[in-house]
């Protein structure tokens, strides 16, 4: 594996948020747009080796074809690699924006869309990305299901998952529940989670997770993304980074 990786993940971003077109929501529309802007516009100035997008990078899937477009030709843009889930926001439900649009045709991102789950290995980082695609936001679906084991030591191994946190012993009728046991039973060096809009730590003994927030603001909660540090022989470092609204 490599002695460094630096991973920017990130997600939440609910791009056309409350948009139904009109002037009566252009507002939101252009607000959400701008916080995307600010984001990647931070992210590459910390240089990271992968970006890690945890799904809902729109609001619905009634997203207009000019913002999913002009999405991904942010994406396209960027001069690092780019691995996305979809999130309950923008599952794949029939009809759904990654149904209609292939993400999968730009040439630095991977949306892992497989309902089973599925790894994309990125050589030239020794870096496997493990995550799956969501049709259904329901308690039924499971997140961190199907997580693969006996892992390979020659790289390092990331996983991604959307959803709510669930503590051992509480009683969850919540839907994509991320089970604690699951993300302690995980061989990941990481696991980058969303859908919580405030970073929060869910790290158990044996494995680190971490939640991201949002880019938008939430409450007392300054917008955020993380970058994290995998280093060879050393615990993982995960650093929190404001994302400046004045910028």
């Given at each position: 594996?490599?002695?460094?990786?630096?991973?920017?993940?990130?997600?939440?971003?609910?791009?056309?948020?409350?948009?139904?077109?009109?002037?009566?929501?252009?507002?939101?529309?252009?607000?959400?747009?701008?916080?995307?802007?600010?984001?990647?516009?931070?992210?590459?100035?910390?240089?990271?080796?992968?970006?890690?997008?945890?799904?809902?990078?729109?609001?619905?899937?009634r997203?207009?074809?000019?913002?999913?477009?002009?999405?991904?030709?942010?994406?396209?843009k960027?001069?690092?690699?780019?691995?996305?889930?979809?999130?309950?926001?923008?599952?794949?439900?029939?009809?759904?924006?990654?149904?209609r649009?292939?993400?999968?045709?730009?040439?630095?991102?991977?949306?892992?869309?497989?309902?089973?789950?599925?790894?994309?290995?990125?050589?030239q980082?020794?870096?496997?990305v493990?995550?799956?695609?969501?049709?259904?936001?329901?308690?039924?679906?499971q997140?961190?299901d199907?997580?693969?084991?006996?892992?390979?030591?020659?790289?390092?191994?990331?996983?991604?998952g959307?959803?709510?946190?669930?503590?051992t012993?509480?009683?969850?009728?919540?839907?994509?529940?991320?089970h604690?046991?699951?993300?302690?039973?995980?061989?990941?060096?990481?696991?980058?989670?969303?859908?919580l809009?405030?970073?929060?730590?869910?790290?158990?003994?044996?494995?680190?997770?971490?939640?991201?927030?949002?880019?938008?603001?939430?409450?007392?909660?300054?917008?955020?993304?993380?970058?994290?540090?995998?280093?060879?022989?050393?615990?993982?470092?995960?650093?929190?980074?404001?994302?400046?609204?004045?910028?």
């Open positions: 594996m490599r002695p460094t990786l630096k991973l920017a993940h990130c997600s939440d971003i609910h791009l056309d948020y409350d948009y139904y077109g009109g002037d009566r929501n252009i507002a939101k529309h252009e607000y959400y747009c701008d916080l995307f802007g600010k984001l990647l516009t931070d992210i590459s100035a910390a240089k990271p080796d992968v970006m890690l997008l945890a799904g809902d990078l729109f609001d619905h899937n997203a207009a074809d000019p913002t999913v477009v002009w999405a991904m030709e942010m994406l396209g960027l001069d690092f690699p780019v691995v996305m889930i979809p999130g309950n926001h923008d599952c794949l439900v029939d009809n759904a924006i990654y149904l649009h292939d993400f999968n045709q730009i040439a630095n991102v991977t949306l892992l869309d497989e309902l089973h789950g599925q790894t994309v290995e990125l050589d980082l020794k870096l496997a493990w995550g799956k695609g969501m049709r259904d936001h329901t308690p039924d679906n997140p961190l199907g997580v693969p084991t006996g892992l390979n030591g020659g790289n390092w191994h990331v996983g991604m959307h959803g709510i946190p669930v503590a012993g509480v009683d969850c009728i919540n839907s994509s529940p991320i604690e046991a699951q993300i302690e039973a995980s061989e990941f060096n990481y696991l980058a989670l969303g859908h809009h405030a970073v929060r730590d869910v790290s158990t003994a044996n494995s680190t997770a971490f939640y991201c927030g949002a880019p938008s603001p939430v409450m007392d909660e300054c917008g955020a993304w993380l970058m994290t540090t995998l280093e060879e022989n050393k615990p993982t470092q995960v650093e929190v980074v404001e994302l400046d609204l004045n910028s």
